[in-house]
C-alpha cells in the first residue's frame, strides 16, 4: 500500500498538518485526506498507530473546518463522510450479488482427511495447494466498490437480502472508503469479510457498561453484530469496531480490460487487497501444499487461538486456485472449495443449582451463579457472575434451568440464556434479597445504579474486604496479610478492623498453628514497613468508592497531609484532575463520616505516614528532579499509573491540576479543561505521549 518512502512522507506531514497549512484550502485538505487515510490504514489494519489521539483529531477538525467553509471541496470519500448523521428509519433490505453462503464444518483430522479427498475428486486433481486463514467469529458483512467508492455496507441477513448498513460500515476506520481498484481495470467489486471487535476494547466497553449499571454484552460476536446494527453511527464509531475482508465474492471489469494477475489465486487475490490498503488477513494466512500440512497447522494454531486480538472459533480451509475453484462449485448451503475447522467448543451446558449472594467490599451485592462443575476451553466453571438484578430479569434464569455457558477467549465466562425448553416446571425464580446476606441490615439501591447495597459499614464481610484490601499488594502492601490470614484473624478477633492490622496481639497469634516465630516476625516487619508507605497507598486503600489507584496518586499530590481533605467539598475536589462529581461526592462523604475520620486518627496514632512529602516539590536526585508532571486525556501508549511511576523513578513529581507549578503535561486524546488552561498559562511544556516517551527514555 505504501512505500517506506511514502510513510516517512506522510508521517512528516501529518505532523506539520497540525500546527501549519498549505497554500491554499484545496492543497490543504487533499494533503489531510491523505494523512488521515495513512493513519487510519496504520492504526486499524497495520495495529501500528503513529499518530497521538489528538493530533489525529486535530487533522480531522481541519478538514471538517474546511469543508464546512467550502462544501465545494468535499469529495465523495473524505474520511470526514465516516461521521454520518444519524438514521430514522430501520435498515432498508437490500439483495446481494451473490448469495452469502455458509462454511461447512470439520472438527478433527479425519474429517479434514474426508474433505481434501473430496476435494481431489471434484478437482480432477491431486495436486492442490490450500490457503488458510483464522475463521473470525463476528458478523459477516459484504461490501461493494462502483467506481472506486465504498457505495454498499450489508448485513448478511438469509444470504439472499441483507440489510443495508452502509453508514455504520463507513464508521469503520480500517475499511478504505475509496480504493484505486479502476487502475486494475475493476469498475465493480464486491468483497466479504468479518466485522469483529477487539478482545480488549470489548472488555473496556463491558467494563463501562457494567459500570452505568447496564448488562454487560454477551460476547464479541455479539457485539459486533448488534453495533452494526444500531440506529445511531456516532455510537457505533465510538464502539470501535474492526473489520477483515477474507473473500472477492464478485468483480466486474472495464469494458476491455484484463483480468489482473492476482486474482487467479486466494493467496494472490488477499494479498493484492492488503496492498491495496484492506484488511486481508494477508499477514496471517499459511499455504499448504497437502492436508498432513493443513492437519499439522490447524493443530499448532488452536494452540496459541488466545493469541490474536480478536475472537477466532476456527480455521478456514480453501483452495486457493480459483479456476479449481470454479471446477468444484458449490452446494445450496456452502462453497465445496471452503471448509471450516471447528476448534473445541467454548460453550457448555450445565444445571444452574443455586444462586448466592456475595458482598463486596463497598457493600455491593452481586449475585453469583453456583452451577455443575462443566470444562469450557481448559478451565472448570462452576461460578458465574450474574452481575445484578436487571441481568438476571433480562434473561430470566430461574434455580433448576440448563443453562448455555459461554467462555469466549480470555473474557470471563458467562450465562448465555437458559435453555427454556429444557424447563420441566420445577424451576425456582432467584429471590433477590431484601436484607444483607451477612449482617441482615435493609439492602438499599440508588435510583440511579444497578445494583443493591449493604450501607452497614460494621457489616463484618465489608470489615474483612476492607481489611484484605488494605493490605493488599497495590495498597499497603502488607505481605502475608492475604485473605486467608485476615479472615481468621478477624474470626478470632483479633482485627477487628483497619486500624487494628497495627495492634494485633501477638503473643495469641504464636499460640495458632502455622504461627511459629519467623512466621510472625515477617509479618510484624511486613506491618512495620507498610508505615512508611506513600500516601497514594494509604488513600487507595482506605476503600473509597470510585478512587481507584489513579484518583489516589492524584488526590495524594493534592495535599500536604490526608487530614486536609477534611476541609474540602465536592467543588473544590472536582478541580482536580479527571474527578467529576460521582467521584468527588464519593471522597466528600467519605472524610466527612465520624468512623472513617476516627480511623485515619488511629492510623495517624500507629504511626501509619499521613504526609505527603513530595508535595509540589520534587525530589533532588535523577533526571527529571524539580520537575513535575500532569497527564490528562484518554493515553493509548502506555497506563497513566506506569507513566506517573516512569516520572517518580526519575525523580520528578505529579502534580494533581494544572498551575503554575506545573513544567509538563502530557496529553492523550480528548484533553479538555487542563489542556486549556495550561495553553492559556503559557510556561508549561505540552507533550504528546510520544514527546513524552523521548523525554523519559532520553
Ligand atoms: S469464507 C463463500 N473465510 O464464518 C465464502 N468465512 O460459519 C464463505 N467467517 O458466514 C465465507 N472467518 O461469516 C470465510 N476467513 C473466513 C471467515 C469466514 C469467518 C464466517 C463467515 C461465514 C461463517 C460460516
Same mark, same amino acid.
Given at each position: 500500500?505504501?512505500?517506506?518512502?511514502?510513510?516517512?512522507?506522510?508521517?512528516?506531514?501529518?505532523?506539520?498538518?497540525?500546527?501549519?497549512?498549505?497554500?491554499?484550502?484545496?492543497?490543504? %485538505?487533499?494533503?489531510?485526506?491523505?494523512?488521515?487515510?495513512?493513519?487510519?490504514?496504520?492504526?486499524?489494519?497495520?495495529?501500528?498507530?503513529?499518530?497521538?489521539?489528538?493530533?489525529?483529531?486535530?487533522?480531522?477538525?481541519?478538514?471538517?473546518?474546511?469543508?464546512?467553509?467550502?462544501?465545494?471541496?468535499?469529495?465523495?470519500?473524505?474520511?470526514?463522510?465516516?461521521?454520518?448523521?444519524?438514521?430514522?428509519?430501520?435498515?432498508? %433490505?437490500?439483495?446481494?450479488?451473490?448469495?452469502?453462503?455458509?462454511?461447512?464444518?470439520?472438527?478433527?483430522?479425519?474429517?479434514?482427511?474426508?474433505?481434501?479427498?473430496?476435494?481431489?475428486?471434484?478437482?480432477?486433481?491431486?495436486?492442490?495447494?490450500?490457503?488458510?486463514?483464522?475463521?473470525?467469529?463476528?458478523?459477516?458483512?459484504?461490501?461493494?466498490?462502483?467506481?472506486?467508492?465504498?457505495?454498499?455496507?450489508?448485513?448478511?441477513?438469509?444470504?439472499?437480502?441483507?440489510?443495508?448498513?452502509?453508514?455504520?460500515?463507513?464508521?469503520?476506520?480500517?475499511?478504505?472508503?475509496?480504493?484505486?481498484?479502476?487502475?486494475?481495470?475493476?469498475?465493480?467489486?464486491?468483497?466479504?469479510?468479518?466485522?469483529?471487535?477487539?478482545?480488549?476494547?470489548?472488555?473496556?466497553?463491558?467494563?463501562?457498561?457494567?459500570?452505568?449499571?447496564?448488562?454487560?454484552?454477551?460476547?464479541?460476536?455479539?457485539?459486533?453484530?448488534?453495533?452494526?446494527?444500531?440506529?445511531?453511527?456516532?455510537?457505533?464509531?465510538?464502539?470501535?469496531?474492526?473489520?477483515?475482508?477474507?473473500?472477492?465474492?464478485?468483480?466486474?471489469?472495464?469494458?476491455?480490460?484484463?483480468?489482473?494477475?492476482?486474482?487467479?489465486?486466494?493467496?494472490?487475490?488477499?494479498?493484492?487487497?492488503?496492498?491495496?490498503?484492506?484488511?486481508?488477513?494477508?499477514?496471517?494466512?499459511?499455504?499448504?501444499?497437502?492436508?498432513?500440512?493443513?492437519?499439522?497447522?490447524?493443530?499448532?494454531?488452536?494452540?496459541?487461538?488466545?493469541?490474536?486480538?480478536?475472537?477466532?472459533?476456527?480455521?478456514?480451509?480453501?483452495?486457493?486456485?480459483?479456476?479449481?475453484?470454479?471446477?468444484?462449485?458449490?452446494?445450496?448451503?456452502?462453497?465445496?472449495?471452503?471448509?471450516?475447522?471447528?476448534?473445541?467448543?467454548?460453550?457448555?451446558?450445565?444445571?444452574?443449582?443455586?444462586?448466592?449472594?456475595?458482598?463486596?467490599?463497598?457493600?455491593?451485592?452481586t449475585p453469583v451463579a453456583k452451577i455443575d462443575p462443566v470444562h469450557i476451553g481448559g478451565v472448570t466453571v462452576s461460578?458465574?457472575?450474574?452481575?445484578?438484578?436487571?441481568?438476571?430479569?433480562?434473561?430470566?434464569?430461574?434455580?433448576?434451568?440448563?443453562?448455555?455457558?459461554?467462555?469466549?477467549?480470555?473474557?470471563?465466562?458467562?450465562?448465555?440464556?437458559?435453555?427454556?425448553?429444557?424447563?420441566?416446571?420445577?424451576?425456582?425464580?432467584?429471590?433477590?434479597?431484601?436484607?444483607?446476606?451477612?449482617?441482615?441490615?435493609?439492602?438499599?439501591?440508588?435510583?440511579?445504579?444497578?445494583?443493591?447495597?449493604?450501607?452497614?459499614?460494621?457489616?463484618?464481610?465489608?470489615?474483612?474486604?476492607?481489611?484484605?484490601?488494605?493490605?493488599?499488594?497495590?495498597?499497603?502492601?502488607?505481605?502475608?496479610?492475604?485473605?486467608?490470614?485476615?479472615?481468621?484473624?478477624?474470626?478470632?478477633?483479633?482485627?477487628?478492623?483497619?486500624?487494628?492490622?497495627?495492634?494485633?496481639?501477638?503473643?495469641?497469634?504464636?499460640?495458632?498453628?502455622?504461627?511459629?516465630?519467623?512466621?510472625?516476625?515477617?509479618?510484624?516487619?511486613?506491618?512495620?514497613?507498610?508505615?512508611?508507605?506513600?500516601?497514594?497507598?494509604?488513600?487507595?486503600?482506605?476503600?473509597?468508592?470510585?478512587?481507584?489507584?489513579?484518583?489516589?496518586?492524584?488526590?495524594?499530590?493534592?495535599?500536604?497531609?490526608?487530614?486536609?481533605?477534611?476541609?474540602?467539598?465536592?467543588?473544590?475536589?472536582?478541580?482536580?484532575?479527571?474527578?467529576?462529581?460521582?467521584?468527588?461526592?464519593?471522597?466528600?462523604?467519605?472524610?466527612?463520616?465520624?468512623?472513617?475520620?476516627?480511623?485515619?486518627?488511629?492510623? %495517624?496514632?500507629?504511626?501509619?505516614?499521613?504526609?505527603?512529602?513530595?508535595?509540589?516539590?520534587?525530589?533532588?536526585?535523577?533526571?527529571?528532579?524539580?520537575?513535575?508532571?500532569?497527564?490528562?486525556?484518554?493515553?493509548?501508549?502506555?497506563?497513566?499509573?506506569?507513566?506517573?511511576?516512569?516520572?517518580?523513578?526519575?525523580?520528578? %513529581?505529579?502534580?494533581?491540576?494544572?498551575?503554575?507549578?506545573?513544567?509538563?503535561?502530557?496529553?492523550?486524546?480528548?484533553?479538555?479543561?487542563?489542556?486549556?488552561?495550561?495553553?492559556?498559562?503559557?510556561?508549561?511544556?505540552?507533550?504528546?505521549?510520544?514527546?513524552?516517551?523521548?523525554?523519559?527514555?532520553?
Amino acid at each position: 500500500m505504501y512505500s517506506a518512502q511514502d510513510e516517512r512522507r506522510l508521517f512528516d506531514k501529518a505532523k506539520y498538518l497540525i500546527d501549519n497549512n498549505e497554500n491554499d484550502d484545496r492543497t490543504t %485538505a487533499e494533503q489531510l485526506r491523505a494523512v488521515i487515510v495513512y493513519a487510519d490504514w496504520k492504526y486499524y489494519v497495520q495495529n501500528e498507530p503513529t499518530l497521538a489521539d489528538k493530533e489525529y483529531d486535530t487533522l480531522f477538525a481541519k478538514l471538517k473546518q474546511i469543508e464546512a467553509r467550502h462544501p465545494e471541496l468535499i469529495t465523495p470519500d473524505s474520511p470526514t463522510h465516516r461521521v454520518a448523521m444519524g438514521l430514522s428509519e430501520r435498515f432498508p %433490505a437490500v439483495s446481494h450479488l451473490v448469495p452469502m453462503l455458509s462454511l461447512d464444518n470439520t472438527y478433527n483430522s479425519d474429517d479434514l482427511t474426508d474433505w481434501d479427498r473430496r476435494c481431489r475428486e471434484l478437482a480432477g486433481t491431486d495436486n492442490i495447494t490450500y490457503c488458510i486463514e483464522p475463521k473470525y467469529d463476528g458478523a459477516s458483512v459484504s461490501i461493494i466498490y462502483e467506481n472506486d467508492l465504498l457505495t454498499r455496507g450489508a448485513t448478511r441477513g438469509d444470504g439472499v437480502m441483507g440489510e443495508d448498513v452502509t453508514v455504520n460500515v463507513k464508521q469503520i476506520r480500517s475499511i478504505p472508503l475509496s480504493a484505486k481498484l479502476k487502475e486494475f481495470g475493476i469498475r465493480q467489486m464486491e468483497i466479504r469479510g468479518e466485522i469483529v471487535i477487539h478482545k480488549k476494547v470489548f472488555e473496556e466497553y463491558n467494563k463501562q457498561r457494567i459500570a452505568d449499571g447496564l448488562a454487560p454484552l454477551a460476547n464479541p460476536r455479539n457485539a459486533a453484530s448488534g453495533t452494526l446494527r444500531i440506529l445511531d453511527p456516532a455510537e457505533v464509531r465510538k464502539r470501535g469496531l474492526n473489520a477483515i475482508l477474507y473473500h472477492i465474492s464478485d468483480y466486474t471489469l472495464e469494458q476491455g480490460a484484463e483480468r489482473p494477475e492476482a486474482l487467479a489465486t486466494h493467496f494472490g487475490s488477499l494479498t493484492w487487497l492488503y496492498d491495496l490498503g484492506f484488511p486481508s488477513p494477508a499477514k496471517e494466512m499459511k499455504v499448504c501444499n497437502s492436508i498432513a500440512e493443513v492437519i499439522e497447522y490447524c493443530a499448532e494454531f488452536e494452540g496459541r487461538r488466545d493469541d490474536l486480538p480478536f475472537e477466532v472459533d476456527g480455521l478456514v480451509i480453501k483452495v486457493n486456485d480459483f479456476a479449481l475453484q470454479d471446477r468444484m462449485g458449490m452446494t445450496s448451503h456452502h462453497p465445496r472449495w471452503a471448509v471450516a475447522y471447528k476448534f473445541k467448543a467454548r460453550q457448555a451446558t450445565s444445571k444452574l443449582r443455586r444462586v448466592e449472594f456475595q458482598v463486596g467490599r463497598v457493600g455491593t451485592i452481586t449475585p453469583v451463579a453456583k452451577i455443575d462443575p462443566v470444562h469450557i476451553g481448559g478451565v472448570t466453571v462452576s461460578s458465574i457472575s450474574l452481575f445484578n438484578e436487571d441481568v438476571i430479569r433480562e434473561k430470566d434464569v430461574r434455580i433448576g434451568d440448563t443453562v448455555l455457558v459461554e467462555r469466549a477467549g480470555d473474557v470471563i465466562p458467562y450465562i448465555v440464556k437458559p435453555l427454556s425448553e429444557l424447563r420441566d416446571g420445577t424451576e425456582e425464580p432467584i429471590v433477590y434479597p431484601t436484607t444483607c446476606p451477612a449482617c441482615a441490615s435493609q439492602l438499599e439501591k440508588l435510583p440511579e445504579e444497578a445494583a443493591w447495597r449493604c450501607i452497614n459499614i460494621s457489616c463484618p464481610v465489608q470489615v474483612v474486604e476492607r481489611i484484605i484490601h488494605f493490605a493488599s499488594k497495590d495498597a499497603m502492601d502488607i505481605r502475608s496479610m492475604g485473605n486467608a490470614n485476615v479472615q481468621k484473624f478477624h474470626d478470632l478477633g483479633l482485627l477487628p478492623d483497619i486500624p487494628g492490622i497495627y495492634h494485633i496481639n501477638w503473643d495469641k497469634v504464636r499460640t495458632l498453628e502455622g504461627f511459629g516465630d519467623k512466621s510472625v516476625t515477617n509479618l510484624q516487619q511486613a506491618i512495620e514497613n507498610s508505615k512508611k508507605q506513600p500516601l497514594y497507598r494509604v488513600i487507595f486503600g482506605l476503600g473509597i468508592r470510585h478512587v481507584g489507584e489513579t484518583t489516589a496518586k492524584t488526590l495524594a499530590s493534592a495535599v500536604g497531609h490526608l487530614t486536609d481533605f477534611y476541609e474540602w467539598d465536592v467543588e473544590k475536589l472536582t478541580t482536580l484532575q479527571d474527578i467529576g462529581p460521582k467521584v468527588a461526592t464519593s471522597v466528600a462523604d467519605f472524610f466527612a463520616r465520624t468512623e472513617n475520620r476516627r480511623m485515619i486518627d488511629m492510623l %495517624a496514632e500507629a504511626g501509619v505516614n499521613l504526609a505527603n512529602d513530595h508535595k509540589n516539590q520534587a525530589t533532588t536526585d535523577g533526571a527529571l528532579s524539580g520537575k513535575t508532571f500532569l497527564f490528562t486525556g484518554t493515553l493509548s501508549r502506555f497506563k497513566r499509573s506506569d507513566a506517573e511511576a516512569m516520572v517518580e523513578e526519575k525523580g520528578g %513529581a505529579i502534580l494533581g491540576g494544572v498551575s503554575s507549578k506545573l513544567n509538563y503535561l502530557v496529553v492523550g486524546a480528548d484533553a479538555g479543561s487542563k489542556l486549556e488552561k495550561a495553553k492559556k498559562l503559557g510556561t508549561i511544556n505540552i507533550l504528546t505521549e510520544d514527546e513524552f516517551m523521548t523525554l523519559i527514555q532520553g
